[in-house]
């Protein structure tokens, strides 16, 4: 039995961060510090024909002034996308632009100074003469063939086309269809806005020609990888980088970004340790967007609510470049999730990705997923409308039975394990849905409008294997590593590829560790984070963490189990088959002897020794796995939500909000809680508030908090959480995803939800967000 | 030009010589090296940089240093005392109240604030009470549930002192 795994217990990293002691890239001091600030384009789209930074460099305090030819003069190299999907047009993409500005934003030089406040100073001194160019913003106008080029080598804007699915099995769906609903929609930009803004440090050893750069990371090894590989140059096995304490990434800090290169390149070049830390307009202006597709979709039906067709055409605007994996997002982490949790032959996505003057787009939240549950969702919504069933019993109709699981869909996924109608089922007991509609019928009489939503989601997450990956344009394996060290006075080291920004790493995978081990929970050190510390590991995005990082440690524990079993053996003169490796008392002994036994300390003690080991073993105890799976991992979701539209004022209220998951086998339920509910509460924000809005120059007119609207602690109910719980059956601890269902569901329940408050208005669909001057029209 | 001025933080007096543009923020963080005051927003949104002045809750990042001469400060470092958690600091561990916890010095700060003038707030209270802090993990639900933790252990704990 487990002790630890399965417990809610609380987080061994809180009391540093509770108390201030957190170690964030901004709190890094180092002796003869030097401070960056990067000079951005003011405009979305314009032709630089002149920069002065005299009067910069000539400020008392300024240690260097660098435009974008200085650093490609010294070799610095293109900042590359790492997915790479046929035929895809790949834009130069340069550290700091050199020809043209091609958002606001957009790095055109850097200042180096004593102070922050000298450095800031500096930047208004350089002189950037612009010729204005006119822009274009939107994901399907960019193709149109009067757009502005956003690039001149790619043609249309168009950097590439995607589709997939079973096209003539599509087409005879509709051409057989009793019934076809259609939507044209679009899923608004997103400004991740993880609240601490990104850092990067740098610090060049000219003895040892080393350079150490701390960075807001979610994936520091990829950032050294891509820094040795493509844009730094320096040596990998001379280049450090670490990702300490960060505050939240949401897929925004998986990126390599510009700073990355510039910081420590300035590093060595001015033999001084440099930061840089943005602030928030520089954050709005400058880390990777999400969302923003522009879609057109249809669902084709039987008059008794069978689902027999999909076809979804998307425009997904990329932004000015291709962030490092932004052409998954719209690919292969949307167009494969159109089957959702239903039995549907004939699908069929296609999607352009396109070149326009805003901001990089690439994983924000749920990544893909979302855009491909709003579709689905919205659609099967609009069609329980049309044939008038209740949204509930359309779904329930078409759910993928439990029997037929690993189910093959037609958009490439082998789903592994779920079971629907249970999933439904519980999320209907806990929410008391038949009461929900009889309290709704009652309240319309009244004339208050109240609109329930529900949904039920599907998410891929943990993507693999990497060979797949590799056919699908990734530029890296999509593995995990571990590495258990065990001391010889009984203590565990545990270095993990894996990299937390707020999930609990720490002491989730601790409680693996103790588990698998037998040792107690204060035993187990965790350390991540860090290339110099750890051997190469991929980091923490797609909900991957805990079903591939997680089952590497279980591998790298059990060889740690077998070698003890060896030592063991031998100084207990049995045979290795004849002992157990007794994990609750962390301990091994002899079948049917408990008292025959070596502890765990004396075990690791006796490997360091080296004394009496078995002829032919290596002393020491210290072991690695690289785990890389088979499949992804599909967890599944039934959310309901309540809301009710103020009639005067168009103000939408969450009342209510029931989340089920099924997650698989849970690790830590207080953390998973956690990480649904922050992840509904990030959903309901696109739902309502959020949107990052361009102007038709390419103008970011929502580049700080105060024209941003996020969600705060007063718009909110108490979540209710629940969980039906499928194992995955090919990893080895039986784990799904937890960390972005939330933001998947909830996003399309909301919207559901206003559209069902809204339905005695007619008003079939609105783009979200709802707010309420869009909802207060739709009722005009 | 620069100013000199004496703050006392967490319980100690500095006498520093300041410019007049700088924050107090970046005084507590560059000039004493007390980090755990984080900045978010720049603009007075986001609350992660909230310290107590004179018992009030403020945005340090919208406060220059050379204003809060003569005054008190509180930082997120001087919240725990004799190395036992503030209840504050206890109820964010026990609900799991932070993830990333950037925010979550900020958001104590609040609390503290919030509790001082209301010690037994509702729910409504609290979610109102945090109205100035965001937070983009927890999803603000934990947090609420802490807050609710240190004001019962802390009313306890002034029947018992």
């Known amino acids: 039995m487990a002790k ?46 002149k920069i002065n930074t005299k009067k910069a460099a000539a400020l008392p305090g300024v240690i260097g002034v660098f435009i974008g030819q200085d650093l490609i003069d010294s070799g610095i190299g293109k900042m590359p996308c790492g997915w790479n999907v046929p ?218 609510g069978t689902i027999t067709g999909i076809n979804v055409q998307t425009w997904a605007n990329m932004g000015a470049y291709l962030s490092t994996l932004g052409p998954l997002i719209p690919t292969a982490l949307y167009l494969t999730l159109l089957s959702g949790l239903y039995k549907v032959k004939g699908i069929w996505g296609e999607m352009s990705g396109t070149l326009t003057n805003t901001v990089p787009v690439d994983a924000y939240r749920g990544a893909g997923r979302p855009e491909g549950a709003y579709v689905v969702e919205r659609l ?27 189910y093959q869909t037609p958009v490439a996924f082998v789903y592994d394990s779920g079971d629907y109608h249970k999933l439904f089922d519980k999320a209907v007991e806990v929410a008391n849905y038949k009461a929900m509609r009889e309290a709704q019928k009652e309240a ?20 693999a294997p990497s060979a797949v990956a590799g056919s699908l344009g990734s530029a890296v394996g999509l593995w995990e590593s571990a590495v258990l060290r065990a001391h010889p006075l009984g203590k565990v080291t545990l270095l993990t590829g894996s990299h937390a920004h707020g999930q609990g790493h720490e002491t989730t995978f601790a409680q693996i560790v103790a588990d698998e081990l037998g040792v107690g929970l204060d035993d187990v050190e965790v350390i991540h984070g860090d290339t110099g510390r750890l051997p190469f590991g991929m980091g923490t995005y797609g ?77 020491g105890l210290e072991e690695s796995a690289f785990y890389d799976p088979s499949n992804f991992t599909f967890p599944n979701s039934a959310h309901i939500a309540q809301v009710e539209v103020d009639r005067e004022t168009g103000e939408v209220t969450l009342q209510r909000y029931v989340a089920v998951d099924d997650v698989g086998k849970v690790i830590n339920p207080l953390v998973v809680d956690g990480q649904v509910v922050g992840g509904v509460v990030q959903g309901v924000g696109q739902a309502l508030w959020e949107h990052g809005v361009y102007d038709k120059n390419g103008q970011l007119i929502t580049a700080t908090l105060m024209d941003y609207a996020m969600p705060h602690a007063d718009k909110f109910p108490m979540i209710e959480t629940a969980r039906i719980e499928t194992p995955s059956p090919h990893n080895p601890l039986g784990v799904k ?44 | ?39 978010g927003c720049d603009t007075s949104q986001c609350g992660a940089c909230t310290v107590l002045v004179d018992g009030n809750a403020t945005k340090s990042c919208t406060m220059l240093a050379v204003q809060a001469h003569g005054r008190k400060i509180t930082t997120i470092e001087g919240l725990a005392s004799n190395g036992a958690l503030h209840p504050l600091q206890e109820g964010f561990w026990e609900k799991h109240g932070l993830q990333c916890g ?51 252990a802390m009313m306890k704990g002034a029947h018992h002192g």
């Open chain 1, 87 to 304: 035929n895809q047009k790949t834009p130069t993409r340069w550290p700091l632009t050199v020809d043209k500005v091609r958002h606001v934003g957009d790095g055109v030089a850097v200042v180096i100074a004593d102070d922050p406040y000298l450095a800031a100073d500096a930047l208004d001194l350089i002189e950037v003469k612009y010729e204005r160019l006119p822009a274009v913003v939107d994901a399907r106008k960019a193709t149109e063939p009067d757009a502005p080029l956003v690039h001149d080598d790619v043609l249309n804007n168009l950097s590439y086309t995607w589709a997939i699915g079973d096209k003539a099995a599509m087409e005879q769906a509709f051409a057989e269809a009793e019934h076809v609903v259609k939507l044209e929609l679009i899923n608004q930009r997103l400004i991740p806005n993880a609240i601490e803004p990104r850092a990067a440090a740098a610090q060049w050893n000219a003895a040892t020609e080393e350079m150490t750069l701390w960075t807001t990371s979610q994936n520091p090894h990829i950032i050294r990888l891509v820094l040795s590989a493509f844009t730094l140059g320096i040596p990998e096995n001379k280049l450090r980088v670490i990702s300490p304490d960060v505050g939240g990434g949401f897929g925004s800090k998986i990126f390599h970004y510009p700073e990355e290169v510039i910081v420590p390149w300035v590093a060595r070049k001015i033999n001084r340790p440099v930061k840089w830390v943005a602030d928030r307009t520089e954050s709005s202006m400058t880390d990777s967007q999400g969302r923003d597709h522009v879609t057109k979709c249809k669902m084709a039906l039987k008059k008794d």
């Open chain 1, 737 to 780: 995803g937890a960390g972005e269902m939330g933001t998947i569901a909830a996003t399309v329940a909301i919207a559901n939800a206003v559209m069902d408050a809204l339905a005695p208005f007619g008003v079939k669909h609105l783009d979200m967000p709802l707010t309420s001057e869009k909802v207060w029209r739709a009722m005009r």
């Open chain 1, 380 to 406: 099967v919504d609009l069609a329980a409308r049309e044939l008038g069933m209740d949204p509930l019993d359309l779904r329930r109709k078409n759910l993928i039975p439990k029997e037929e699981f690993p």
């Open chain 1, 543 to 619: 909900s991957r963490s805990a079903a591939v990082g997680g089952s590497a440690i279980v591998l790298s524990a059990r060889k740690i189990r077998q070698k003890m079993c060896k030592i063991a053996a031998h100084q207990l003169e049995v045979a290795e088959e004849d002992l157990v490796y007794d994990q609750e008392a962390g301990k091994v002994h002899v079948k049917g002897s408990p008292n025959k036994a070596k502890s765990f300390g004396e075990l690791t003690f006796a490997a360091y020794t080296a004394h009496n080991l078995p002829s032919g073993l290596e002393p």
């Open chain 1, 444 to 463: 319309r009489q009244q004339g208050r409008l109240i609109g329930i939503g529900i949904v039920g989601c599907i998410e891929a997450s943990g993507p």
């Open chain 2, 102 to 152: 950037f925010c979550t010095p900020g958001m104590i700060m609040s609390a503290c604030d919030l509790l001082a003038h209301n010690p037994n707030p509702t729910e409504a209270e609290i979610r109102h009470g945090l109205e100035g802090n965001l937070c983009r993990c927890t999803g603000y639900q934990n947090i609420v549930k802490a807050i609710q933790y240190a004001a019962t």
């Open chain 1, 4 to 49: 630890y795994v399965g417990a809610s217990i609380k987080r061994r990293e809180d009391p540093r961060f509770l108390q201030g002691k957190g170690s964030y890239v901004a709190n890094l001091q180092l002796p003869n510090m030097a401070y960056l600030a990067v000079k951005r384009s003011d405009y979305g789209h314009a032709r630089i024909a």
């Open chain 2, 1 to 39: 030009m620069t100013h000199k001025i004496k703050v006392t933080v967490n319980g100690v007096a500095h006498h520093k010589e300041v410019e007049p543009r700088t924050l107090l923020v970046h005084f507590l963080r560059e000039t004493l090296r007390l980090t755990g005051t984080n900045v």
